[in-house]
């Protein structure tokens, strides 16, 4: 489903294509086009945006009281000047929450539509996988994307906005395989964002999606991950050492390659993974026994049930001489905790 995907890179990259294929000789009669400034895009879409939550109703009712909620019930419509909001409908603006994000240096406002918050336990960090089902659609009501079924997608493949909206709602609360296979879940998180052109395509478009369009998106939220992208122990969101929301500027070691996706982040020699305390847990449910709570800067790494009886492994963040950097981000201390497994 390629049209969520972040265009960000692509984008750059088709910018430097085209400025290179344009930049000419005055003579060949070839105009560039300048890319939009994103803060001025960012003001015009803002009022477009509330032009448009002002303008349209949805059907409050139906969701009153309802803890498993579709994005298929959503009915979003226009009011026409002049005429009265029908009963049992709320304007889109009386019903949103307005929230506020930074991305390249510009202030952002989007705005999210909370149908059901999900009664599960987790929340998605803005880094993670998570399992949906949706909708897009551009303010016009063109659908141009939708999922069949539910659908497995890592956040940072995403365009911006779902990074900042899904992290808002909880998982469902439970599910039920069905004999054929198909699964049900319960009480979903369940919403729609509408969200400005810079969280979503900005210049670059897509297949059905105009160049600096706002978009809606519907979705339902079924289960979460937590995402280790380059499986050294640190979940993802954790190296996001500046909490912008942006994993690719990153980089301890300044080699290039971002933490995410670095094994050995401060460059030392020993891997990041070698320089975290490693716990397994053992709890026996059966004679129960509960999960442990776990300690600041410990992250669970994976686990097994058998009959029972869980096995949870995790690691520990090591700050060996406490002076506030963790051992796998100081290149001065490079101890191997665990040298029986290289």
């Known amino acids: 489903m390629k049209k969520l995907k972040n265009t960000l890179l692509p984008m750059i990259l088709l910018v430097v294509i085209i400025a290179m294929s344009s930049c000419k000789n005055v003579d060949d009669g070839v105009t560039t086009v300048p890319e939009r400034d994103r803060a001025e895009q960012q003001a015009e879409d803002r009022d ?88 897009g659609n551009l303010l016009d009501g063109t659908v141009f994307d939708s999922s069949v079924n539910s659908v497995v997608f890592d956040l940072t493949s995403l365009v911006p906005g779902w990074s900042r909206v899904l992290p808002e709602f909880n998982d469902a609360e439970s599910f ?13 998180g369940v919403g729609a964002m509408f969200i400005p052109s810079g969280l979503g395509y900005f210049s670059g478009g897509a297949s059905g999606i105009p160049v600096y369009s706002s978009l809606v998106f519907k979705f339902e939220l079924y289960q979460t991950a937590i995402n280790d992208h380059d499986f050294d122990g640190i979940p993802s969101w954790v190296e996001d050492l500046d909490e912008d929301l942006d994993l690719s500027n990153d980089d301890t070691d300044d080699n290039g390659l971002a933490n995410f996706v670095s094994v050995d982040d401060d460059g030392d020699g020993v891997l990041t993974n070698d320089e975290l305390e490693h716990i397994q847990y053992t709890v026996d449910t059966n004679m129960g026994e509960e999960e442990p709570i776990l300690m600041a800067g410990e992250y669970e790494v994976d686990r097994t049930t058998v009959d029972g009886i869980i096995t949870i492994n995790t690691v520990k963040i090591v700050d060996a001489n406490n002076d506030g950097t963790p051992d796998y981000l100081d290149d001065a201390i490079d101890t191997n905790n665990n040298p029986d497994e290289d």
């Open 48 to 135: 477009t945006l509330l032009a448009y939550l002002g303008s349209h109703y949805y059907n409050s009712d139906d969701f009153v009281g309802n803890m498993n909620p579709t994005i298929n019930e959503l009915v979003i419509t226009e009011l026409p000047e002049g005429e009265t909001l029908p009963d049992g409908h709320t304007l889109l603006i009386d019903a949103v929450e307005t929230h506020n994000t930074v991305l390249l240096e510009v202030d952002y406002e989007f705005y999210i539509l909370k149908l059901n918050q999900g009664g599960g336990s987790k929340t998605p960090n803005f880094p993670d996988d998570v399992r949906v089902n949706y909708a």
């Open 176 to 188: 039920i395989l069905n004999s054929d296979g198909t699964v049900n879940f319960n009480n979903a």
